[in-house]
């Protein structure tokens, strides 16, 4: 699976725009985010600095953002095409 040219960095900043909380303390080995109020939880492999997004993992956030009532599909594309355009 072929990576996109957003960060995980810049993916985390938009979870944590949408209300989500960083819980990776209690998991060292990942990247663990919470959204109390639609008790979603998204779990992430630790990653080093600048590594693009896994096309994978940008699937299963957008799919769980919108089922979840967060973020849709539209919206999601475009704040992704926003921070990518603001990494260039």
Known sequence: MHQVQLTYE????????????DVSKATPSRR?????ATDTLLAFAAYPP????????????QQQLDYRGLLG???FDRQVEVATEASA
């Open 10 to 21: 810049k993916l985390f900043d938009l979870l944590l725009r949408l209300e989500f909380q």
């Open 73 to 75: 599909e539209s919206e």
């Open 50 to 61: 600048g590594t693009h997004v896994r096309e994978a993992d940008l699937i299963a956030t």
């Open 32 to 36: 663990v985010f919470r959204h109390d």
